[in-house]
């Protein structure tokens, strides 16, 4: 049992000194935010919760998996888009005091989320005070261009004149990850929103180093959790010869890490460089 333990700390410390990212090159009067595990454990649950097919279940909240760290939840409205095959909800979260918006990622059997998926040709950000920032056309195209930007706004809009000003927290995996980032961007740039958090999971990169840049200024509170085995972070690929316009990871990162040893995970917090490597 000693040798056992002693070959975890190894391990452990191990991945510690692996794990030291480089810090990204922004202005650091931005504080980047700290995670909290039993807030992940929460988010996650709603960002599993919006793939519930079933929409009148999801509405009245009483879906096989609205009743564990989320139950209470007061969804305001589902935003559906059947054309594009996209699916999000905003509610209020009374335990947390927020507003919460969540997007589902990729429906494997749809054509519509693929293409999505691997639209990567990079769009000019048409927005105030982000010059060269640039981002990837699928996910910024199924944002902005569908029912669903104009369905969360809407909600945002009804949630704040019944509960007041609470704090916004965007979530989603996968391509719902990506449509949250560019929801809370598109809320504190063009709808001066304040106190808006973001936390995704298994997010893959939507935007240059420009807009990592920006990103981190604009919406400080921002954690991208991702897995060690996962593929989906890394993509689009980072390309070593033209890297003003190849994807970057956004400065503040969780990987989850298993040891193959049991039910043990270990959490390894990274500032990253945004290089994407």
């Not at 560019?182 to 935007?207: W, Y």
């Not at 890394?234 to 040893?261: A, C, D, I, M, N």
Request: overall charge negative; glycine content about 6%; hydrophobic content about 40%.
């Amino acid at each position: 049992m000693e040798q056992k333990a002693w070959l975890i700390f190894v391990i452990f410390t191990c991945l510690i000194a692996s794990s030291c990212g480089r810090e990204l090159k922004v202005d650091h009067k931005h504080k980047l935010p700290v995670y909290n595990h039993t807030l992940a454990t929460i988010l996650v649950e709603y960002a599993s919760a919006v793939y519930i097919s079933d929409l009148t279940e999801l509405f009245t909240w009483t879906c096989e998996r609205c009743n564990g760290l989320t139950k209470g939840f007061e969804v305001i409205e589902l935003v559906v888009d059947i054309e594009n095959c996209l699916q999000a909800f905003v509610g209020v979260a009374k335990d947390l005091n927020a507003v919460v918006i969540a997007f589902r990622g990729t429906q494997e059997h749809s054509i519509q989320n693929w293409v999505e998926d691997l639209f990567w040709k990079q769009l000019d950000l048409n927005y105030p005070g982000m010059p060269d920032a640039m981002v990837h056309h699928g996910f910024y195209t199924a944002y902005h261009n569908t029912t669903i930007r104009h369905g969360i706004l809407h909600a945002v809009k009804e949630a704040k004149e019944f509960y007041g000003d609470l704090d916004i927290m965007v979530t989603g995996h996968s391509m719902g990850g990506a449509m949250a980032s560019f929801c809370a961007l598109d809320l504190v740039v063009n709808h001066e929103a304040k106190s808006v958090q973001v936390m995704t999971f298994g997010q893959p990169r939507i935007g240059n180093a420009a807009f990592a840049s920006f990103y981190a200024k604009l919406v400080p509170n921002t954690i991208r959790v991702t897995n060690d085995h996962d593929i989906v972070p890394h993509l689009p690929p980072y390309y070593y010869y033209f890297p003003q316009k190849t994807y970057h990871h956004f400065p503040r990162e969780v990987w989850l890490y298993s040891l193959g040893l049991g039910s043990l995970v270990y959490r390894v917090e990274k500032v990253c460089d945004g290089s994407g490597r």
